[in-house]
């Protein structure tokens, strides 16, 4: 269980980084980006899979 849960957090934190390059990339410089609340909330939500696996429920 603990695995799936590092794994699925990395997916996460991976498209959140994808989707952070890809607007960087695109928005004119000295912008917001315009995807910017998606992107926090999928770094935590990765952050949180990631770190639930070591939670000794899961050990």
Excluded: C, E, H, K
């Excluded at 799936?4 to 952070?20: C, D, H, Q, T």
């Excluded at 390059?21 to 004119?28: I, V």
């Amino acid at each position: 269980m603990s695995l799936f849960l590092v794994l699925s957090g990395m997916v996460v934190l991976i498209v959140a980084l994808v989707l952070f390059l890809r607007g960087r990339r695109d928005a004119p410089q000295g912008t917001p980006l315009p995807n910017g609340r998606a992107l926090v909330l999928l770094t935590l939500l990765g952050l949180m899979l990631a770190l639930a696996s070591q939670l000794p429920v899961f050990r």
